[in-house]
């Protein structure tokens, strides 16, 4: 065991219990558990959007896919960054001025039916499941690594205090944790990349020169296709990354933590900048990691290249740079974590729970009850289900729930804000269409099923070819939306394009006309 880092991991800990102590002191309302009671200025909510989406992919996955095949890698953190334009430009405005607490608030606006919630909400709960995976198989692997526990008792340790940050701080505590999360990964990935800098004597181009010869794969290391070598894979993972933000459950109720959509909008430039940074300085790492640790040690401590980047903290700082290194991702994880779990128990109490089951006269404090109980079930399955995906990278898992969301809950926003004729059936062709399709084709894929034992969860051929589901199932979800709203009854479309007149003015001013 690692003394140093098992003692900045109880640093870490307690620190954030602390910040989740104080939490619950201010957490009294339904608004204050789910939203922060949208009190955050626009710098806070930008650096917990930017802790909520540096995430394990970010610092673990990323760092261990650009060290292990390149050039490759690096589409991670290019999607990644590209991705928030998007949500600049076409989300976060109307989606703050029309939502309250979740994803299903904003759809309900236009259409108040009880399904459009119930399938907006199993969306939200499925998204964060499959993101979760990943912070959960990058905390087994980071955990085993530095203390010696096991993969299993890992997951469930982190499992554990993902739920308490949830059910007595509830967003207070979350974003804060995010806060300082975002600000020690910032600092820890600066000091290492001006370390990786100093060893190429500041120089870029001393630094490629070198990597040419550097890893086994000598020139393909700085050329694509040695991961993704067919042009539609590449192409499909692209989509996802960049359109699969905007459908991000977890990100998207962010905006309903600030008090309107000018202070969502500069949270959102905040978080441009600070992500841009750091994802500039992941190629520092991936490039360290694959000079100054190797290709086999980096296999050797995970065969996904998870753990790349605290045995570059090692290699370049000894044990006082890797422990530090390591609570931070520690930090990382469970920072993310807290945040999915809250947007998926949010879903499930305020939209299925009381909207649906209640018909919204669920108390406040059975609201937060409930969500309580729901954190726990989410736990539980999200533990179970990453037991299964430990040989899987982190960055990819997360490529996966961007996929997701862009298939399932892209088309319903876009159509709901900017076409009229859009209906209650479209929306729900639209989501179940994007879920099933990403789900079925990730489930047939060859990260489930290959013939080479111990690259997938279950030996044997697959169905789909392609790694990641975005090329097909992102079109889907948008043709779904269009067609359901076309063969839909005539009087369901003038039902629904009555509201949009009152959708267009508030989603652009916030004014709500129907007061």
């Known amino acids: 065991m690692n003394t140093a880092a098992f003692s900045m991991f109880l640093v870490i800990v307690a620190f954030t219990l602390l910040i989740t102590y104080w939490a619950s002191k201010k957490t009294k309302s339904a608004s204050e558990f789910y939203t922060a009671g949208g009190g955050l200025t626009g710098w806070q909510n930008g650096l917990a959007i930017a802790g909520d989406y540096m995430s394990a992919a970010s610092f673990l996955g990323i760092a261990g896919t650009i060290a292990l095949a390149g050039f490759d890698g ?58 979760m995976l990943a912070q959960l198989v990058g905390a087994g692997a980071l955990i085993k690594l530095l203390l010696g526990i096991d993969f299993t008792t890992s997951v469930i340790v982190v499992g554990i205090l993902m739920t308490v940050y949830v059910i007595f701080g509830g967003m207070h505590a979350t974003s804060w944790v995010q806060i300082v999360k975002a600000l020690l990964l910032m600092a820890g990935t600066f000091i290492i990349s001006i370390i990786v800098l100093y060893k190429f004597n500041f120089s870029i181009t001393d630094m490629y020169a070198k990597m040419s010869t550097a890893t086994p794969l000598k020139e393909a290391f700085l050329n694509p296709g040695v991961k993704y070598k067919d042009g539609l894979d590449t192409l499909s993972l692209t989509m996802g990354l960049v359109l699969g933000t905007a459908g991000l459950p977890h990100i998207l109720v962010r905006f309903f933590t600030v008090r309107n959509a000018k202070v969502a909008r500069s949270s959102v430039v905040y978080a441009t900048w600070i992500i841009g940074i750091f994802y500039v ?21 995970d065969k996904a290249g998870n753990m790349a980047a605290p045995l570059l903290a090692k290699a370049l700082g000894g044990n006082f740079l890797f422990a530090f290194i390591s609570a931070v991702a520690f930090a990382t994880i469970l920072a993310v974590v807290a945040g999915l779990v809250l947007t998926a128990a949010a879903a499930f109490s305020h939209d299925f729970y009381n909207q649906i089951l209640r018909k919204g006269k669920a108390t406040e404090k059975q609201q937060i009850n409930m969500a309580r109980y729901a954190s726990i079930g989410i736990s ?43 209906n209650t059936n479209g929306a729900i062709w639209a989501m179940v269409v994007g879920l099933v399709t990403s789900v079925g084709l990730v489930i047939v894929s060859p990260n489930v099923f290959n013939p080479v034992e111990g690259k997938a969860m279950f030996v044997g051929e697959a169905l789909y070819p392609l790694s990641t589901p975005g090329i097909v199932s992102i079109p889907l979800g948008f043709i779904a939306g269009y067609v359901g709203t076309l063969v839909s009854r005539k009087s369901a479309n003038r039902n629904d394009q009555a509201s949009y007149d009152e959708i267009l003015v508030r989603s652009n001013t916030g004014i709500d006309t129907s007061i």
């Open 74 to 131: 690096f589409f991670y953190s290019i999607g990644f960054l590209v991705a928030y334009l998007v949500v600049l430009f076409l989300v976060a405005e109307p989606l703050r001025n029309l939502g309250k607490y979740t994803f299903a608030d904003m759809i309900a606006v236009r259409f108040n039916a009880p399904k459009i919630r119930g399938f907006a909400a199993f969306n939200t709960i499925a998204i964060s499941i499959f993101y």
């Open 281 to 301: 300085m992941t190629i520092f790492l991936g490039f360290g990691a694959a000079a100054f640790v190797g290709n086999s040690d980096i296999v050797a401590a």
């Open 380 to 422: 539980l399955l999200s533990i179970v289900l990453a037991l299964f995906a430990k040989n899987l990278n982190v960055a990819f898992l997360v490529s996966l729930a961007f996929a997701v969301a862009a298939s399932a809950n892209l088309p319903v926003i876009l159509y709901t804000i900017y076409w009229k004729r859009f």
